[in-house]
């Protein structure tokens, strides 16, 4: 395989940052839970296709919490609808699993009795319990001090910056001992999110904290580079960390009698309006811009109050420009804008932030197919977020008593230019729209199957990596299996309807198992006759019954041959290849794309 290196994949954020609490371990530990993971936001069953899924010893947990924590703003104040989980089941701000290589299996050991799930979260539940190994103190811990907890009845693990003794769990680990000590004595950060992302470690091991890892700086030759010890039983070195610019970001503001206007500069690649995210309760402003691989937060007390109807323009330059344009409830001069708030004027990495997520009602539930709804949520009066195309977001409930989450893409409401209104005024990034494959045993989705209208759930800020410009291709080809369709959905609309100076044509592989499982087949096959030019899809069964006269079977090198036309075939050198499916399909997908000649610099994942 080719230009591995360029291959480009959904990311999801790691390493967040949970606030400590006192009420004792909240999060059930490792095991138990199985937590299929897709781009898409789908829940699927792993099948035996030879496809193999990467661990680090199989960290799979369900977490526990009496509900969400609002984010305070310094003063007492409910941000409304502003809500960071003190604990959830998977973590929400990790990275999608997916890399350009095929998948290493997930291995398991058996426990000894007294070792499960439930084991672990009494043990950290027990009064006065301490697993630290440090009398329940805490305290700043070097990289060499690290390095010297290295071994099985003494071991030592750095996540996400903070130090934790795993010395206790290493009976509860369902991937064994031997898994685990592949990160002790080191920073396990990389190992961790390779399968785990999605945990919440930092509740899930809160009475094993020790403290925050400090990280020596190597100012040698005129670089910064961390120096961290690739000690370990292993000798398993962490890689060099990726140098990222942070981006540079201020704002000002000015007003008129019945505006304030908030501008932000910032020096950055590319920002776009859909990369803004507003939440207002009451005088309480908080401005979310994601700025690269970076998030900018303003958040203010305001000198007086708005309204809900927000308007951001961008303008494109050196210095990009985000105006924020505010309406005042009274038209009067304010003599300030207001005070700071907690995190206002702050740049983070986007892995590193802590999500929020808001409280929003179902307003409308349709079905899709059999086993498929299309529900439509509303977001919090005063929020407004429009989520980016390709991106997700993450749906939590509480089921058994246990938080739970899964990613779902964001998509439209129909595939038809003219059953898309435009907003109503006040309504412009306030719903949003979830494709939603309901399983029998799904833990999340029968919860979501109870819901009626009016119900509320929690979700979460977007994330993914999707580049929006890639839509200027000349050919867009893509695979999708299941509801690993739902990325695409928003492809096609953008290519046949948003953008009518679009000329890309594009082809759709489309993978079910029966005729009853294909998602919207009315609604592709009228906007495959109405842009029959530009536009094919082509379906693939692999449980067809005797009436069905399309392609039949899984997907493989004699269905990429005849549907899809090999890169020297093409008009343009640079087409878009995107996948999306289970974790099997991914990987076998994107092995024969690229068998068949593309390289992975013109293929996307869609992964979860």
């Known amino acids: 395989m080719e230009d591995k290196q360029n291959l480009q994949v959904s990311q999801r954020g790691s390493g967040v940052q949970v606030p400590q609490t006192n009420s004792g371990l909240q999060?059930?530990?490792?095991?138990?839970?199985?937590?299929?993971q897709r781009g898409a936001g789908v829940q699927v069953p792993q099948t035996n296709t030879g496809i193999q899924v990467p661990t680090m010893g199989g960290l799979q947990v369900p977490a526990a919490g009496s509900g969400f924590k609002v984010p305070s703003s310094g003063r007492g104040k409910n941000a409304g609808g502003l809500q960071i989980p003190q604990a959830q089941f998977p973590a929400v701000n990790s990275p999608q699993r997916a890399s350009s290589q095929l998948l290493k299996p997930r291995q398991k050991v058996a426990l000894k009795p007294g070792r499960s799930l439930m084991d672990w979260v009494r043990l950290?539940?027990?009064?006065?319990?301490?697993?630290?190994?440090?009398?329940?103190?805490?305290?700043?811990?070097?990289?060499?001090?690290?390095?010297?907890?290295?071994?099985?009845?003494?071991?030592?693990m750095s996540i996400r910056g903070k130090v934790y003794n795993i010395t206790p769990y290493m009976e509860y680990h369902p991937g064994g001992e031997e898994e685990l000590m592949k990160g002790v004595g080191i920073d396990?950060?990389?190992?961790?999110?390779?399968?785990?992302?999605?945990?919440?470690?930092?509740?899930?091991?809160?009475?094993?904290?020790?403290?925050?890892?400090?990280?020596?700086?190597?100012?040698?030759?005129?670089?910064?580079?961390?120096?961290?010890p690739a000690t370990g039983p292993l000798n398993l070195a962490p890689p060099e960390p990726k140098a990222v610019v942070k981006p540079k970001a201020?704002?000002?503001?000015?007003?008129?009698?019945?505006?304030?206007?908030?501008?932000?500069?910032?020096k950055c690649n590319t920002i776009t309006k859909d990369r803004v995210v507003l939440d207002k309760h009451e005088k309480d402003l908080r401005a979310t811009i994601y700025i690269d691989e970076y998030v900018y937060t303003i958040h203010l007390d305001l000198c007086e109050d708005i309204s809900d109807n927000y308007q951001v323009r961008v303008r494109q330059g050196p210095i990009n420009r985000i105006m924020i344009i505010l309406q005042k409830t009274e038209p009067k001069k304010w003599p300030s804008l207001g005070q700071p708030a907690d995190g206002n004027n702050s740049t983070v990495l986007t892995k590193e932030r802590e999500p929020i997520f808001r409280s929003c009602q179902l307003i409308c539930c349709s079905p899709v197919s059999h086993d498929t709804n299309l529900y439509t949520?509303?977001?919090?009066?005063?929020?407004?977020?429009?989520?980016?195309?390709?991106?997700?977001?993450?749906?939590?409930?509480?089921?058994?008593?246990?938080?739970?989450?899964?990613?779902?893409?964001?998509?439209?409401?129909?595939?038809?230019?003219?059953?898309?209104?435009?907003?109503?005024?006040g309504m412009e990034g306030r719903l949003l729209h979830l494709m939603?494959?309901?399983?029998?045993?799904?833990?999340?989705?029968?919860?979501?199957?109870?819901?009626?209208?009016?119900?509320?759930?929690?979700?979460?800020?977007?994330?993914?990596?999707?580049?929006?410009?890639?839509?200027?291709?000349?050919?867009?080809?893509?695979?999708?299996?299941?509801?690993?369709?739902?990325?695409?959905?928003?492809?096609?609309?953008?290519?046949?309807?948003?953008?009518?100076?679009?000329?890309?044509?594009?082809k759709l592989l489309f993978f079910n198992k029966t005729e009853k499982d294909i998602l919207w087949h009315d609604q592709l096959q009228t906007l495959s006759t109405e842009n029959s030019e530009r536009f094919e899809v082509v379906h693939i069964l692999s449980a067809a019954d005797t009436s069905w006269h399309g392609a039949t079977g899984r997907v493989r090198s004699e269905l990429i041959e005849e549907y899809i036309p090999a890169p020297k075939d093409l008009a343009d050198k640079s087409p878009l290849v995107c996948i999306c499916g289970s974790t099997p399909f991914t990987n076998e997908a994107y092995r024969l794309i690229q068998a068949h000649g593309f390289t992975s610099s013109v293929i996307h994942l869609f992964t979860a």
């Open 188 to 228: 396990g950060t990389q190992l961790f999110n390779e399968v785990h992302q999605w945990v919440n470690v930092e509740g899930m091991l809160e009475k094993c904290y020790i403290g925050r890892l400090k990280k020596t700086i190597d100012l040698s030759g005129g670089m910064k580079k961390l120096s961290v």
């Open 250 to 266: 201020r704002y000002d503001w000015y007003q008129t009698e019945t505006e304030v206007t908030i501008t932000i500069y910032a």
């Open 124 to 156: 950290g539940n027990a009064k006065g319990k301490v697993l630290n190994g440090i009398g329940g103190r805490s305290c700043e811990v070097s990289v060499e001090e690290l390095a010297k907890h290295n071994k099985l009845d003494d071991a030592w």
């Open 377 to 425: 949520f509303q977001q919090p009066n005063g929020t407004c977020m429009n989520i980016p195309i390709g991106y997700h977001v993450n749906l939590m409930m509480k089921c058994n008593g246990v938080d739970t989450n899964r990613p779902y893409t964001a998509v439209v409401p129909s595939l038809q230019h003219a059953d898309v209104p435009n907003p109503a005024a």
């Open 27 to 36: 999060v059930a530990a490792m095991g138990g839970l199985q937590v299929p």
């Open 436 to 506: 939603v494959k309901l399983y029998p045993d799904g833990l999340l989705t029968q919860q979501m199957a109870t819901l009626k209208q009016g119900d509320s759930v929690a979700i979460s800020d977007f994330e993914g990596n999707f580049d929006e410009s890639r839509l200027t291709s000349s050919h867009l080809i893509m695979l999708a299996a299941g509801t690993g369709f739902t990325p695409m959905i928003r492809l096609l609309r953008w290519c046949l309807h948003e953008h009518k100076e679009s000329t890309c044509k594009l």
